[in-house]
């Protein structure tokens, strides 16, 4: 049998909010590579071997995965939410890049729902114009990168999902993307803090920039800011389809 590799997104943590593509190739596969928390998310079956490893080796878990796929294996590499977003599709093209002996391989990049989707659905619809993401992670870009991209994005009048934003080894940076948005936006810029979307441990909480304080956020912690026109309507929040809908602040 000749060997595949599909890199699969396992959603933001409910099993329900697993596709039905992604279940379908996790049913099939001989081998799951991936972080520990996220391979744990995955039954042990019979004929199933579990590969979970450090959430710093992503290149040499891809190289792991296009050696066992070469060999005949059916792998299946899972991220959390989409394998595009932040995640193990760039790792797995990156370890391609200079292995061309494997670019025949049947490899498929199988969506997910990522938790940036997952939170803005619990909110409302703060995502419902132009948006982007922006991962605070300072691990793979300086921190000046990261701050000139929140600053030119809130200057843009983006809507904005931050992944990452703070951990116990940098606590310092999320303070600083607030200090940054009080200095382009308006104080009644409105911010949901959505944690652990989809578990049992899910939280969502929508405050004004003047209220953010950096402590609301955690590495679990997605965090939606709405652009001037992000408004409140009963217990949600959306931004207008409209880019002349109103600054409401």
Same mark, same amino acid.
């Given at each position: 049998?000749?060997?595949? /590799?599909?890199? #699969?997104?396992l959603g933001?943590?409910?099993?329900?909010? *697993?596709? @039905?593509?992604?279940? $379908?190739? =996790?049913? %099939?596969?001989?081998?799951?590579?991936g972080?520990?928390?996220?391979?744990?998310?995955?039954?042990?079956?019979?004929?199933?071997?579990?590969?979970?490893?450090?959430?710093?080796?992503?290149?040499?878990?891809?190289?792991?995965?296009?050696?066992?796929?070469?060999?005949?294996?059916?792998?299946?590499?899972?991220?959390?939410?989409?394998?595009?977003v932040?995640?193990?599709?760039?790792?797995?093209?990156?370890? /391609?890049?200079? #292995?061309?002996?494997?670019?025949?391989?049947?490899?498929? *990049?199988? @969506?997910?729902?990522? $938790?940036? =989707?997952? %939170?803005?659905?619990?909110?409302?619809?703060?995502?419902?114009?132009d948006?982007?993401?922006?991962n605070?992670?300072?691990?793979?870009?300086?921190?000046a990168?990261?701050?000139?991209?929140?600053?030119?994005?809130?200057?843009?009048?983006?809507?904005?999902?931050?992944?990452?934003?703070?951990?116990?080894?940098?606590?310092?940076?999320?303070?600083?993307?607030?200090?940054?948005?009080?200095?382009?936006?308006?104080?009644?810029?409105?911010?949901?803090?959505?944690?652990?979307?989809?578990?049992?441990?899910?939280?969502?909480?929508?405050?004004?920039? %003047?209220?953010?304080?950096p402590?609301?956020?955690?590495?679990?912690?997605?965090?939606?800011?709405g652009?001037s026109?992000?408004?409140?309507?009963?217990?949600?929040?959306?931004?207008?389809?409209?880019?002349?809908?109103?600054?409401t602040?």
């Open positions: 049998m000749s060997g595949s /590799l599909s890199i #699969a997104g933001p943590g409910d099993p329900a909010l *697993v596709t @039905p593509e992604v279940q $379908a190739a =996790l049913d %099939a596969a001989t081998d799951v590579i972080y520990i928390p996220y391979v744990a998310r995955v039954a042990p079956r019979p004929g199933l071997t579990l590969h979970p490893s450090d959430n710093r080796v992503e290149v040499d878990r891809a190289r792991h995965a296009l050696e066992l796929a070469a060999k005949g294996a059916q792998v299946v590499v899972v991220s959390s939410g989409d394998p595009g932040f995640a193990m599709a760039a790792a797995v093209f990156e370890a /391609l890049e200079d #292995a061309p002996q494997w670019y025949d391989l049947d490899i498929r *990049v199988l @969506p997910g729902i990522t $938790a940036m =989707l997952a %939170a803005a659905a619990r909110a409302g619809a703060p995502l419902g114009h948006f982007c993401a922006i605070l992670s300072d691990n793979l870009k300086p921190r990168v990261i701050e000139r991209r929140v600053r030119l994005a809130a200057e843009a009048d983006f809507a904005m999902a931050f992944y990452n934003p703070r951990s116990k080894s940098r606590p310092e940076g999320f303070a600083r993307v607030l200090q940054i948005l009080r200095e382009t936006c308006a104080p009644g810029r409105l911010i949901t803090f959505a944690r652990a979307v989809s578990t049992p441990e899910e939280r969502l909480t929508t405050v004004t920039l %003047a209220e953010a304080t402590e609301m956020a955690d590495m679990r912690t997605v965090v939606l800011v652009n026109a992000t408004r409140r309507v009963g217990p949600f929040v959306y931004t207008p389809r409209r880019a002349d809908a109103g600054v602040g």
